[in-house]
């Protein structure tokens, strides 16, 4: 899958083992979706942030002070309602790395009247390091941020730290780059997605496949017909193409189709199974059914994992693009469902 270097974090007082990825227990708050809120204290990155050592033996330090002279227990009743997260991207060549844990995990340190948080994170080596300050639905609590190098990652305002998709979008378009929103810091999960839309995913999971670290070759055109360039490349390798209207929404099962050819020329690194699904055990597809060989060899994979008790696929509805951020993560070895389908007595 996406082959990335170790790398070790640490708290300077304590050991911290952060996952990747973590499920988030935070609420949503109540406000309309990008728009601004103010933190209950004032948060800034302190001098003693940064980078230090050599390859192979580097340490980050990320260190947040807080509004000179504030109490701990204010800074304690404002975690509580802030819920803040330190938020680090590391970034080696093409490979992405992403941590976040919660403020209120990291023990506050006082001296001489003013108190902070810091953590460390040993690295093997770094082109770059990003980290910022998120409330814990995800929204920004400062513009400030530490960057070492040119890179951000993308955000939008429409995905919620919340939303169940919210790692899905984030893994999808900051670690693959398959996916980069519909513009003005806007992903639009609810919409759904095209054949022209589906056709780049392929294209893009099909090169990323072949060359993980690589820049992808084929780009967007111009104009109504912007995915030309994807067809003609989809042609040229054998993907499936011919649609009747491209700005259609594509149907989840063309979708499973697509996306199965994309990656199935290595079925051991991208569909090794991982669960039971008996045939014919899927309730609306049939092994009949024109895409069975895709959609079966994908629930095996742990791609998908149908809807409700009996996993049904809803083949012929259309599908969000939350959703299918969802199965490129999972293509990708990020979030796979296990589970299993059928008698096997």
């Not at 003005?184 to 022209?196: H, L, Q, T, V, W």
């Not at 690589?214 to 042609?235: C, E, K, N, Q």
């Not at 994908?298 to 998908?304: C, S, T, V």
Request: hydrophobic fraction near 40%.
């Amino acid at each position: 899958m996406l082959k990335c270097k170790r790398i070790a974090a640490l708290a300077l007082i304590a050991l911290l083992l952060l996952p990747l990825f973590p499920a988030s227990a935070l609420a949503a708050a109540d406000r309309a979706p990008g728009e601004a809120r103010m933190p209950k204290i004032a948060y800034s990155f302190a001098d003693g942030t940064g980078i230090s050592g050599t390859p192979g033996n580097m340490i980050f330090q990320a260190r947040v002070m807080f509004a000179f002279r504030t109490e701990p227990a204010e800074i304690a009743r404002a975690f509580q309602e802030d819920q803040p997260l330190l938020c680090l991207w590391t970034y080696v060549g093409d490979s992405f790395f992403y941590r976040e844990t919660a403020l209120a995990e990291l023990p506050l340190i006082t001296k001489g009247g003013s108190s902070y948080v810091q953590v460390a994170y040993l690295l093997e080596e770094a082109e770059g390091v990003f980290a910022e300050l998120l409330f814990g639905d995800g929204s920004p609590i400062t513009d400030e941020a530490w960057n070492f190098g040119d890179w951000r990652p993308l955000r939008f305002d429409d995905v919620p730290h919340s939303a169940w998709y919210y790692s899905s979008v984030n893994y999808a378009a900051n670690i693959l780059g398959l996916l980069s929103g519909t513009g003005n810091r806007r992903f639009a999960p609810d919409e759904s997605i095209s054949y022209a839309e589906a056709l780049a995913l392929a294209v893009r999971m099909y090169e990323r496949s072949i060359s993980p670290h690589a820049t992808y070759s084929v780009t967007p055109g111009s104009g109504a017909d912007w995915y030309r360039p994807y067809l003609d490349f989809a042609r040229t390798i054998g993907l499936p193409w011919d649609y009747p209207d491209y700005h259609a929404a594509i149907t989840r099962a063309e979708l499973a189709q697509l996306f199965y050819a994309a990656l199935h020329h290595l079925p051991d690194v991208y569909h090794k199974e991982i669960n039971k699904v008996a045939d014919g055990s899927i309730p609306d597809v049939p092994m009949r059914h024109k895409y069975a060989e895709a959609i079966y060899t994908l629930y095996r994979a742990g791609i998908l994992s149908g809807s409700g008790e009996g996993r049904s696929f809803l083949p012929d509805t259309t599908i969000r693009r939350s959703e299918a951020a969802a199965l490129l993560s999972r293509s990708f070895g990020e979030g796979r469902q296990e589970f299993s389908l059928g008698n096997f007595n």
